[in-house]
């Protein structure tokens, strides 16, 4: 049983909709992430939140919003998205030790959301 | 800028052989965090191992060996003995206020 639960698994949706992703991890972490894994691509770090301070990230479009109601809990809010956002999105926890950081610790990951955009 | 080269896009061993996957990083920073991460057909990345830069000492946990040498940015990962279950997609990673990842090495072991 994984520590960090992403929901739901698999999500297709129109390019004009709008739904939303949730992280919940039980590890008593205080730093989540949000990745992108995009076919033959590295994995792309999307956002941050450490000890409660979100790390700007100014290459994600903002058609992406994510929202961190507490260190246990992580969600990316979609809309209008575009084919290209089709990917798997993964979320992490870890311990930080200083705001805004990325975390030196090991990250533990979800098992992901696979996107489809029609 | 920092970077992670993992120059092998796919290895394919039969079961039994070591294999070694290449890790080759760039950073201007002098303390940054190394990692190796394995990627089953499930999708979950496991946490396979940690290096910061001051340790530059060898690692080895059962069949798996790492090998980190920052005379040539490089920390390369060895399976001894490898088993179907090594199956797997592995990246290396490096952290210190950003975390990338390299794009990744698709091991397949045939029995």
């Known amino acids: 049983e994984t520590g960090v639960t992403q929901t739901p698994r698999h999500l297709v949706m129109g390019m004009t909709n709008k739904k939303s992703l949730k992280c919940e991890q039980h590890?008593?972490?205080?730093?989540m992430y949000w990745y992108k894994q995009s076919a033959k691509k590295p994995l792309e770090l999307m956002f941050v939140?450490?000890?409660?301070?979100?790390?700007e990230n100014n290459s994600v479009p903002s058609r992406f919003s994510p929202e961190c109601p507490n260190s246990s809990h992580l969600f990316l809010h979609l809309h209008t998205l575009q084919p290209e956002d089709s990917a798997l999105y993964l979320c992490?926890?870890?311990?930080?030790?200083?705001?805004?950081?990325?975390?030196?610790?090991?990250?533990?990951f979800g098992d992901g959301t696979r996107l489809s955009i029609l | 800028a920092q970077k992670v080269t993992q120059a092998q896009t796919e290895i394919s061993v039969v079961e039994k052989e070591d294999v070694t996957l290449d890790c080759v990083y760039e950073?201007?920073?002098?303390?940054?965090?190394l990692f190796w991460y394995k990627q089953p057909p499930s999708g979950e990345l496991v946490f396979l191992i940690r290096?910061?830069?001051?340790?530059?000492q060898n690692e080895i946990s059962g069949r798996y060996s790492w090998n980190f040498q920052k005379s040539t940015s490089s920390f390369n990962f060895t399976i001894t003995a490898s088993q179907v279950v090594d199956s797997a997609v592995y990246f290396c990673?490096?952290?210190?206020?950003?975390?990338?990842f390299g794009a990744g090495t698709r091991l397949t072991v045939k029995p």
């Open positions: 290096r910061n830069s001051f340790d530059e």
């Open positions: 590890l008593g972490h205080n730093a």
């Open positions: 939140y450490s000890l409660e301070e979100r790390v």
């Open positions: 950073t201007r920073d002098t303390t940054y965090y």
């Open positions: 992490a926890s870890s311990q930080a030790h200083h705001p805004g950081g990325v975390g030196n610790q090991p990250q533990h």
């Open positions: 990673a490096l952290a210190n206020n950003d975390m990338r």
